[in-house]
């Protein structure tokens, strides 16, 4: 069962805010009788509370409107982030939404192409998926296995083959709008045909998404167009890199503070 840290922290910050209210304009203004013993619960509660809710209306406020950390736990987005990184998604990029019950109250921007976006699974909004939005509003993907075409245009990928990764596949460059980033197929792209065609039109106020581990992501391609109200921010930087799956003890220090692209 997961646990939905949003909810905890609001009732936490609720509740502390609530003692602190109750101490500052009741308890405190109470008569007091010097021949009575005081209320040891009453004053250990207001004591912690008053401890921990500036702190946690904090935490509140930074986690819910401006930024959040996540960790990537698959290779989906390889190479551009891998199993183990800790990025920072920037939660003000698509709008500030309530906490918990995520309802939009301010407009701040839409995902541009090529944006790394956080969004909910629209069958299960307690799960987090991260990808990279391909098509907007409107647009016509199509994708034939190894290129992707946006309005009968095909995307640039480099063919330079040097770039490999090893027996991880191979790393291309391609170019979304004016946006550079790596994509790794498990097979070369030369020379290899790919006679199925796969399209699909965007839906107004939905993005279609795909990993840049192209042959390995359980995207748009799956799971649908995202719909707007399930977004949750833009991936940014890379905060801490630890993979504990691989036996690491010690972070990746050069992966620290690196600009998704």
Known sequence: MSINLA??????TAVSGAIVLFNRFYYAKRPVNPNEP?????D???EYARSFFPVLLFVLV???FIFEPFRIPSGSMMPTLIQGDFIFVKKYSYGLRWPVIEKKFIETGSPERGDVVVFRLPSDPKINYIKRVVGLPGDIISYDGARLTIN???MNVSDDMSATNGDSGYVYTETLGTREHA???RMSLAGN???????WEVAEGHY???????DNSQDSRYIGAIPETHLVGEAVRIWMHLDLSDGAEWPDWGRIGTKIQ
């Not at 005081?38 to 009453?42: D, L, R």
């Open 193 to 199: 045909s790919h006679p199925r065609v796969q399209s």
């Open 7 to 12: 909810l905890v922290l609001v009732v936490l």
């Open 38 to 42: 005081g209320n040891a619960v009453v």
């Open 62 to 64: 930074i986690r819910s």
């Open 183 to 185: 994509i790794r197929h």
């Open 152 to 154: 009968g245009q095909l």
């Open 208 to 214: 279609f998404m795909m990993g840049d581990n192209r």
């Open 44 to 46: 250990t509660a207001i």
